[in-house]
């Protein structure tokens, strides 16, 4: 499979972002979102201990970005590039925001919500799907929390 550049470009982006997360103890998730042309307009890292927010999720904080620098919610033509598989609430705001294409690196087995545990974004029943795509750089976004975790452990 061929990985967009400026989809690689802004997973290096999201990495950095989330091994800011992780130095502030946080979970090391890190988003960023991009207009049509592959311009970043928007980027977060989970801040949920930072801001004690449990909405504070890199997606969402990166969403909010994107949608106050364009000065519009319905960011479609965007990607949302994240390090780990939206969960459900933030599978919600992708499809809330309008988001058109989702590029993660990890996969959440426990509590993912774009094709493992659940397949929110792509769902028939609702208005919106999103294209996805899944695994670019998952290797690393993969170590970033497991380190994280066995240090906690």
């Excluded at 909010?64 to 390090?83: D, F, K, P, Y």
């Excluded at 309008?98 to 509590?111: I, Y």
């Amino acid at each position: 499979m061929l990985i967009d550049p400026a989809d690689l470009a802004a997973m290096q982006r999201a990495l950095e972002l989330a091994s800011l997360a992780g130095e502030a103890d946080d979970v090391p998730v890190g988003a960023v979102v991009l207009d049509a042309a592959g311009v970043v307009i928007g980027e977060g890292r989970n801040l949920r201990e930072v801001s004690h927010d449990p909405t504070a999720h890199a997606e969402v904080v990166a969403l909010r970005a994107a949608a106050a620098s364009t000065r519009s919610w319905n960011l479609e033509g965007c990607t949302l590039v994240v390090t780990l598989e939206p969960c459900v609430m933030c599978a919600g705001a992708v499809l809330q925001s309008r988001v058109s294409r989702l590029v993660f690196g990890a996969w959440d087995e426990k509590a993912g919500a774009a094709g493992s545990m659940y397949d929110v974004v792509r769902d028939r029943r609702l208005p919106y799907r999103v294209e996805v795509v899944a695994g670019v750089r998952e290797a690393e976004a993969s170590a970033l929390l497991r380190t994280f975790f066995d240090a906690r452990r």
